[in-house]
């Protein structure tokens, strides 16, 4: 298994290109099940996870052809109904192939996702929200079975946003019949992104960014080119990783709009950050001001950034605390940065107390899911002496070649096979 080995120190000095977004490819793939016929996608990144879902797709039949970030997806061919385990078990989001295929051919059966290192991650919300547009849902030997003749349009409510959910049962009730509604829906950019995607294919979908969401049902939709949107929680932590060395860093490609809660709480840090268009430049401030942080679905504070804010309130002036509301699990990044020499306390299981300290110190940690794996990187980059991060595979799974990136900004980091 591949480590990432770091010595701490250098400043972040460069450019940046930010990659296409994970957490917007993963749903507009799995929307290219909707169309009888070819999706081609630009932009997409080259990570673990959209390897995954291609591997899912090819597998239901479809053809997919891929080079440099483009995707060409041909769902006419897709000849099987059922997502197996060996193949979701890699990856929770294939739970998105279950709303398209059984709007598409009436009936799907997807496995089950099993249990996952931040939290319980239900799906819930996805299979009753089925239920409302006339699914028949069973769960037996570890699978999801969804039945309908035709799906047929109905309000549904989530007791909470989730964007997973939202976008599951938006692509099923674009091929409805009648009128959905969801309510309390998630407002992250990766469901406009989708919303849009699928109204280019000929959906009717209005409110997609707000909390109500209606989807008028079409009979079929139609080929397309998708372009997949910056990823931000790539941005926000290259931001993160510039304030954290006091280094100066000017990302490109990304869209500020979309990370208005991580631009000001990194302002709030002391950090100087200027905008000039789909630039973001970022410069540390030798003395880091200690900030609180709770975590909450867009436009409030993202999970996804938690860690990564986590690891720069170590080496703050003073204290911080942290509150994750979303997932139960998400601190485990926490027990890895005590090695290295932080300061950190959790109490309630959801709440840390971060109490700045001089400096970090190198050790051998070890990654525990995607976003803790990028805060272990940013504390090697200010630690002191060398750190090896193990499980990598993690960082893997949603940062396009991240060592090249930060070694070209002048960190000291490198791949150890
Ligand atoms: N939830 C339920 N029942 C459901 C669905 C969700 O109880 O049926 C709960 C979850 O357990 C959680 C909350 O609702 O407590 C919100 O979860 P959500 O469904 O919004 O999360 P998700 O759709 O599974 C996506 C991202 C995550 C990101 C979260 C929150 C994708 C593929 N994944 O997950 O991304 O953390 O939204 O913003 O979009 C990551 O990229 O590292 C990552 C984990």
Do not use: W
């Not at 926000?236 to 860093?249: C, I």
């Not at 002391?270 to 909450?296: F, H, P, W, Y």
């Not at 959790?346 to 971060?354: P, R, T």
């Amino acid at each position: 298994m591949d480590k990432i080995k770091i010595i701490g120190g250098q400043k972040l000095h460069g450019e940046v290109k930010i990659s296409g977004a994970k957490n917007a490819a993963l749903p507009l793939i799995a929307s290219s099940i909707l169309v009888n016929g070819k999706t081609c996608f630009t932009n997409v990144p080259d990570l673990m996870d959209i390897s995954s879902i291609k591997l899912l797709l090819e597998d239901l039949g479809a053809t997919c052809e891929s080079s440099d970030n483009y995707l060409e997806v041909n769902g006419s061919s897709i000849n099987k109904i059922e997502a197996e385990y060996d193949l979701v078990r890699k990856m929770r989001a294939s739970i998105l192939v279950l709303g398209p295929l059984v709007a598409r051919f009436g009936h799907a059966k997807v496995s089950l996702p099993g249990g996952c290192a931040i939290g319980a991650r239900p799906v819930n919300m996805h299979l009753s929200g089925l239920e409302a547009l006339g699914a028949n849902i069973s769960i037996e030997h570890g699978y999801i079975e969804a039945k309908a003749g035709k799906l047929i349009g109905n309000e549904i409510y989530f007791d909470m946003p989730t964007v997973t959910g939202t976008e599951n049962l938006m692509m099923a009730a674009t091929l409805a019949k009648g009128t959905s509604v969801l309510r309390n829906a998630a407002r992250e950019p990766e469901i406009v992104a989708l919303a849009d995607a699928l109204i280019k294919m000929g959906a009717k979908i209005h409110g997609a960014g707000t909390a109500i969401i209606t989807i008028e049902g079409v009979k079929e939709l139609s080929s397309v080119d998708i372009e997949i949107i910056p990823d931000r929680i790539e941005t926000g932590t290259f931001m993160v990783a510039a304030a954290a060395t006091n280094g100066d860093v000017l990302i490109k490609g990304c869209e500020p709009d979309h990370i208005g809660g991580i631009i000001s709480k990194l302002k709030a840090t002391g950090s100087r950050v200027e905008i000039v268009a789909d630039t973001i430049r970022v410069k540390g401030n030798s003395s880091i001001k200690s900030i609180d942080i709770k975590t909450l679905p867009y436009p409030g504070f993202p999970t996804d950034m938690q860690a990564q804010f986590m690891t720069l309130m170590t080496i703050a002036k003073g204290n911080s605390v942290i509150h994750e509301s979303i997932f139960e699990n998400r601190f485990v990044h926490a027990n890895e940065l005590l090695r290295m020499g932080a300061d950190i306390s959790i109490s309630s299981g959801n709440i840390a107390m971060v109490r700045g300290v001089k400096k970090l110190q190198a050790a051998q940690v070890m990654a525990s899911d995607l976003r803790a794996s990028a805060s272990l990187v940013i504390a090697g980059l200010i630690a002191e002496g060398t750190t090896v991060i193990s499980r990598v595979y993690h960082m893997d799974r949603g940062y396009e070649g991240i060592e090249k990136k930060f070694s070209l900004l002048g960190a000291n980091i490198e791949r150890i096979k």
